[in-house]
Nanobody, 121 residues
Framework: QVQLVESGGGLVQAGGSLRLSCAAS????????MQWFRQAPGKEREFVAA????????YYADSVKGRFTISRDNAKNTSYLQMNSLEPDDTAVYYC??????????????WGQGTQVTVTS
């Protein structure tokens, strides 16, 4: 089992920035590809970003490319999502995911509980 706890969400004005963190425990963090998803009210959960075991490979949804950056610190068992130039359409609950593979952009094996991000215009 892997436990994931997100933090860093909040209320921000359009154009602002937030950094989300996902702290993992339970198993060897470096054995998991990490992902971020989000779910806006009335919409399905959607993929945001993914990073491989070592951090060498990343991938982003077109809607966040160039604005969001995913990273990880295997020594701290933590994944991050730096979000810049935030827009009201980025408002959602953001979920961290962990997949027991080198690389994954699909549904993860484990989910965090989510953290709310609200962007005001």
């Amino acid at each position: 089992q892997v436990q994931l706890v997100e933090s860093g969400g909040g209320l921000v004005q359009a154009g602002g920035s937030l950094r989300l963190s996902c702290a993992a425990s339970g198993r060897t963090f470096s054995n998991f590809a990490m992902q971020w998803f989000r779910q806006a009210p009335g919409k399905e959960r959607e993929f945001v970003a993914a990073i491989s075991w070592t951090g060498a490979r990343t991938y982003y949804a077109d809607s966040v490319k160039g604005r969001f950056t995913i990273s990880r610190d295997n020594a701290k068992n933590t994944s991050y999502l730096q979000m810049n130039s935030l827009e009201p359409d980025d408002t959602a609950v953001y979920y961290c995911g962990a997949a027991g593979r080198v690389w994954s952009v699909g549904p993860p094996d484990y989910w965090g509980q989510g953290t709310q991000v609200t962007v005001t215009s």
